[in-house]
C-alpha cells in the first residue's frame, strides 16, 4: 500500500504510528464502537497492511471541546517532535468534533512553505480511505465539519431536553445522596436515604460532619454513578468535601437548582420524599455558619476583616470565622481565624491571620505562566460559567436560610430585651448587657450575610462581568502574589476570592487551597485542588 503524502507518495510501512481511540463517557455515543472494538478494528488493520504502530492511546473525554483531551494534545506534541509520524484511528470523528482541533490535524497535514514533506505524514482509517492531497484534505475537512455539526446539533437537542424536563422537576446529571432516579425521571429514596436522613438529624442535634462521616461509614452510605458501556458502577464513598457540599444543598428539603433553573420538587414531584423541612434547612445553615463568639465587641465591625466565610475548617467543615485580637500590644490588632464549633475535634483551634496570608504569597508566587495560559483560563470560564451560577444559586438559598434563621433569633431576643427593661423584673445589669450583646452580634451576622447576598447577585445579574480580560489576567497573576503581600486587608480579600473557592485548615494548621477551575493547571505544590476536587 502506497499513499500520497504532500508532494510525495509514501510507503507507510516505513512510518511510526500511533493508535488513538476515543469513546467519550461526557456525551451520547451510543452509535460508535467501545474503544475495545476500535482497537481490534484498527490493530486488525495495521497488522494486514504491514503498519508500525509503535503506541496505542486511549481516551474517555469528548471531542466536542478543544483542549479538553490531555492525551490527545500530547499526541499532537509527539508528531511535531516526530516521536509519531502518523495516525491510525477507526473514523475521523474519533480524532475531532470541534473545528480547532480538526484544523490542527488538517495543518499537520499540509507542508508548510518550503517544506517538502508534513509533520503529519499520513492517516489511514479502517472505516474509508484517505489520501493525503488537496483533495482528500478538503474530504477530511467535510467529514470533521459534520462530525462537529452534529456534536453541536445534538448538544442543543439535549440541553433543550433537559431543560423542559427540569421544569416537571425531572432532573438529569449527577443524583442526589439517598436518593435515584426512577423510571419517570423524578427523584425516590433509595436504599441509603434513612442513612443521609439521619445525618441531617445528627447536624441539627449538635454532632459535627466528621461524626456524620463516621455514622455514614458504619452504615455503608455511598452513591453509585451510571453504569458505563460495560455496565460497571462506580462506588463513591462520602469525603468532608461531600458532606459540606450536601448539606448546603437546598434539594433536601425540595428546592432544585441544576443548569441555572430553580424548581420546586414539592410542587414539580407530588410524591416527592424532602428529609427535612424547609425551617429545618434553615437551622442547619445556621450551625454550619457557626456562631460568633458571644464575648466579640461590637467595635469589630468597623475593622475590615478579611476572607469570611472563606476559611474552613477540614476536621469538621465548619467555617473559620475571622476576628481581631491586640495581645500584648493594643495599639495594634492582629487577624485571626478560629473554629468555634464546640463539638470539633481540632487541636488547635486558631490560627493567626498572617500564617495564612503568607502561605498564601508563597502559593501565588510559584504560578506558572506560559503563552497559552490565557487561553485555557478563558476556556475554563466559559466552560464552568454554568456550573459556578448553579453553585452560587444554591449558596445563595444557603445564605437566605441562615438570614432567616438569625432574624428570627434576633425577634427572640430584642422581645427578650423589651421585656427584661421592665422595672418591675429587677433584671441584673449583667443578664441585660448579655441580651444587648447577642442583640449587636446577631445584628452584625445578618448584616454580613446581606453584603455576601449581595455580592452573590452581583455576579448573578451579569455572569459575564467576572471574566478577566487579557492584560487584566496577565496583571493579576504577575502581581498577586506581592499584592497579597503587601496589600491592604480589602486588597488581599479579593485576590483571594478571584482566585479560590476556598482554604481548608487541617488539624495540624496546615492549608489545603481550593482554586477556581479557571486558574487550575498554574499552581504548583500537591496542597492545591481544583475546583472540580482533582488533585492538581
Request: glycine share 6%.
Given at each position: 500500500?502506497?499513499?500520497?503524502?504532500?508532494?510525495?507518495?509514501?510507503?507507510?510501512?516505513k512510518?511510526?504510528?500511533?493508535?488513538?481511540?476515543?469513546?467519550?463517557?461526557?456525551?451520547?455515543?451510543?452509535?460508535?464502537?467501545?474503544?475495545?472494538?476500535?482497537l481490534?478494528?484498527?490493530?486488525?488493520?495495521?497488522?494486514?497492511?504491514?503498519?508500525?504502530v509503535?503506541?496505542?492511546?486511549?481516551?474517555?473525554?469528548s471531542?466536542?471541546?478543544?483542549?479538553?483531551?490531555?492525551r490527545?494534545?500530547?499526541?499532537?506534541?509527539k508528531?511535531?517532535?516526530?516521536?509519531?509520524?502518523?495516525?491510525?484511528?477507526?473514523?475521523?470523528?474519533?480524532?475531532?468534533?470541534?473545528?480547532?482541533?480538526?484544523?490542527?490535524?488538517?495543518?499537520?497535514?499540509?507542508?508548510?512553505?518550503?517544506?517538502?514533506?508534513?509533520i503529519?505524514?499520513?492517516?489511514?482509517?479502517?472505516?474509508?480511505?484517505?489520501?493525503?492531497?488537496?483533495?482528500?484534505?478538503?474530504?477530511?475537512?467535510?467529514?470533521?465539519?459534520?462530525?462537529t455539526?452534529?456534536s453541536?446539533?445534538?448538544?442543543?437537542?439535549?440541553?433543550?431536553?433537559?431543560?423542559?424536563?427540569?421544569?416537571?422537576?425531572?432532573?438529569?446529571?449527577?443524583?442526589?445522596?439517598?436518593?435515584?432516579?426512577?423510571?419517570?425521571?423524578?427523584?425516590?429514596?433509595?436504599?441509603?436515604?434513612?442513612g443521609?436522613?439521619?445525618?441531617?438529624?445528627m447536624?441539627?442535634?449538635?454532632?459535627s460532619?466528621?461524626?456524620?462521616?463516621?455514622?455514614?461509614k458504619?452504615l455503608?452510605?455511598?452513591?453509585?454513578?451510571?453504569?458505563?458501556?460495560n455496565?460497571?458502577?462506580?462506588?463513591?464513598?462520602?469525603?468532608?468535601q461531600?458532606?459540606?457540599?450536601?448539606?448546603?444543598?437546598?434539594?433536601?428539603?425540595?428546592?432544585?437548582?441544576?443548569?441555572?433553573?430553580?424548581?420546586?420538587?414539592?410542587?414539580a414531584?407530588?410524591?416527592?420524599?424532602?428529609?427535612?423541612?424547609?425551617?429545618?434547612?434553615?437551622?442547619?445553615?445556621?450551625i454550619?455558619?457557626?456562631?460568633?463568639q458571644?464575648?466579640?465587641?461590637?467595635?469589630?465591625?468597623?475593622?475590615?476583616?478579611?476572607?469570611?466565610?472563606?476559611?474552613?475548617?477540614?476536621?469538621?467543615g465548619?467555617k473559620?470565622?475571622?476576628?481581631?485580637?491586640?495581645?500584648?500590644?493594643?495599639?495594634?490588632?492582629f487577624?485571626?481565624?478560629?473554629?468555634?464549633n464546640?463539638?470539633?475535634?481540632?487541636?488547635?483551634?486558631?490560627?493567626?491571620?498572617?500564617?495564612?496570608?503568607?502561605?498564601?504569597?508563597t502559593?501565588?508566587?510559584?504560578?506558572?505562566?506560559?503563552?497559552?495560559?490565557?487561553?485555557?483560563?478563558s476556556?475554563?470560564?466559559?466552560?464552568y460559567?454554568?456550573?459556578?451560577?448553579?453553585?452560587?444559586?444554591?449558596?445563595?438559598?444557603s445564605?437566605?436560610a441562615?438570614?432567616?434563621?438569625?432574624?428570627?433569633?434576633?425577634?427572640?431576643?430584642?422581645?427578650?430585651?423589651?421585656?427584661?427593661?421592665?422595672?418591675?423584673?429587677?433584671?441584673?445589669?449583667?443578664t441585660?448587657?448579655?441580651?444587648?450583646?447577642?442583640?449587636?452580634?446577631?445584628?452584625?451576622?445578618?448584616?454580613?450575610?446581606?453584603?455576601?447576598?449581595?455580592?452573590?447577585?452581583e455576579?448573578l445579574?451579569d455572569?459575564?462581568?467576572?471574566?478577566?480580560t487579557r492584560?487584566?489576567?496577565?496583571n493579576?497573576i504577575?502581581?498577586?502574589?506581592?499584592?497579597?503581600?503587601?496589600?491592604?486587608?480589602?486588597?488581599?480579600?479579593?485576590?483571594?476570592?478571584?482566585?479560590?473557592?476556598?482554604?481548608r485548615i487541617?488539624?495540624?494548621?496546615?492549608?489545603?487551597?481550593?482554586?477556581?477551575?479557571?486558574?487550575?493547571?498554574?499552581?504548583?505544590?500537591?496542597?492545591?485542588?481544583?475546583?472540580l476536587?482533582?488533585?492538581?
Amino acid at each position: 500500500m502506497i499513499l500520497e503524502s504532500g508532494l510525495k507518495t509514501v510507503d507507510p510501512t516505513k512510518l511510526k504510528f500511533v493508535l488513538y481511540a476515543r469513546k467519550s463517557t461526557e456525551e451520547s455515543d451510543r452509535q460508535v464502537h467501545s474503544i475495545e472494538n476500535q482497537l481490534e478494528d484498527c490493530r486488525k488493520y495495521a497488522a494486514n497492511n504491514g503498519l508500525n504502530v509503535v503506541e496505542e492511546i486511549t481516551e474517555q473525554k469528548s471531542a466536542r471541546y478543544s483542549h479538553n483531551r490531555p492525551r490527545f494534545t500530547e499526541m499532537l506534541k509527539k508528531l511535531e517532535t516526530g516521536e509519531y509520524e502518523a495516525i491510525i484511528a477507526w473514523h475521523p470523528d474519533r480524532l475531532a468534533r470541534n473545528m480547532l482541533e480538526a484544523g490542527t490535524l488538517l495543518d499537520m497535514l499540509t507542508p508548510a512553505k518550503g517544506e517538502k514533506e508534513p509533520i503529519l505524514k499520513a492517516m489511514v482509517f479502517p472505516t474509508g480511505n484517505f489520501e493525503n492531497n488537496s483533495s482528500g484534505r478538503l474530504a477530511l475537512a467535510v467529514t470533521f465539519s459534520l462530525a462537529t455539526q452534529y456534536s453541536e446539533h445534538l448538544s442543543e437537542q439535549v440541553t433543550s431536553g433537559h431543560q423542559k424536563n427540569l421544569k416537571r422537576g425531572k432532573s438529569s446529571g449527577t443524583t442526589k445522596w439517598g436518593y435515584v432516579r426512577d423510571a419517570r425521571g423524578f427523584y425516590v429514596p433509595d436504599e441509603n436515604y434513612a442513612g443521609v436522613k439521619k445525618g441531617w438529624q445528627m447536624i441539627l442535634d449538635g454532632k459535627s460532619q466528621a461524626e456524620v462521616l463516621q455514622h455514614w461509614k458504619k452504615l455503608g452510605v455511598v452513591r453509585k454513578t451510571k453504569p458505563d458501556e460495560n455496565g460497571v458502577q462506580k462506588i463513591i464513598k462520602p469525603t468532608k468535601q461531600i458532606l459540606t457540599n450536601l448539606f448546603r444543598d437546598p434539594v433536601y428539603y425540595g428546592l432544585l437548582v441544576q443548569a441555572g433553573e430553580t424548581v420546586d420538587l414539592r410542587e414539580a414531584q407530588p410524591d416527592f420524599q424532602p428529609m427535612i423541612t424547609e425551617q429545618e434547612y434553615g437551622k442547619v445553615q445556621a450551625i454550619l455558619d457557626g456562631r460568633y463568639q458571644t464575648h466579640r465587641k461590637h467595635s469589630d465591625s468597623t475593622i475590615f476583616l478579611p476572607l469570611k466565610g472563606l476559611v474552613i475548617c477540614d476536621v469538621c467543615g465548619h467555617k473559620m470565622y475571622p476576628g481581631a485580637s491586640g495581645g500584648s500590644n493594643k495599639s495594634r490588632k492582629f487577624i485571626y481565624y478560629r473554629c468555634q464549633n464546640k463539638a470539633c475535634g481540632r487541636k488547635i483551634k486558631g490560627i493567626r491571620g498572617k500564617v495564612v496570608f503568607d502561605d498564601i504569597y508563597t502559593t501565588l508566587k510559584a504560578m506558572k505562566l506560559n503563552k497559552n495560559s490565557y487561553e485555557i483560563y478563558s476556556r475554563a470560564i466559559d466552560k464552568y460559567a454554568e456550573t459556578e451560577i448553579a453553585e452560587l444559586k444554591i449558596e445563595r438559598s444557603s445564605l437566605i436560610a441562615s438570614k432567616n434563621q438569625y432574624t428570627s433569633d434576633l425577634k427572640i431576643e430584642n422581645k427578650n430585651f423589651a421585656n427584661m427593661a421592665n422595672p418591675a423584673l429587677k433584671t441584673p445589669s449583667a443578664t441585660m448587657k448579655a441580651c444587648r450583646e447577642r442583640i449587636n452580634e446577631l445584628t452584625t451576622i445578618i448584616n454580613d450575610i446581606n453584603e455576601d447576598i449581595k455580592a452573590i447577585d452581583e455576579v448573578l445579574k451579569d455572569p459575564a462581568s467576572r471574566k478577566l480580560t487579557r492584560d487584566e489576567f496577565f496583571n493579576l497573576i504577575q502581581t498577586s502574589g506581592e499584592r497579597v503581600k503587601k496589600g491592604t486587608f480589602a486588597e488581599k480579600d479579593a485576590i483571594v476570592r478571584k482566585m479560590f473557592s476556598n482554604l481548608r485548615i487541617t488539624n495540624k494548621n496546615k492549608l489545603i487551597y481550593l482554586c477556581k477551575p479557571e486558574f487550575d493547571g498554574l499552581f504548583s505544590g500537591k496542597k492545591v485542588l481544583n475546583g472540580l476536587g482533582d488533585q492538581t
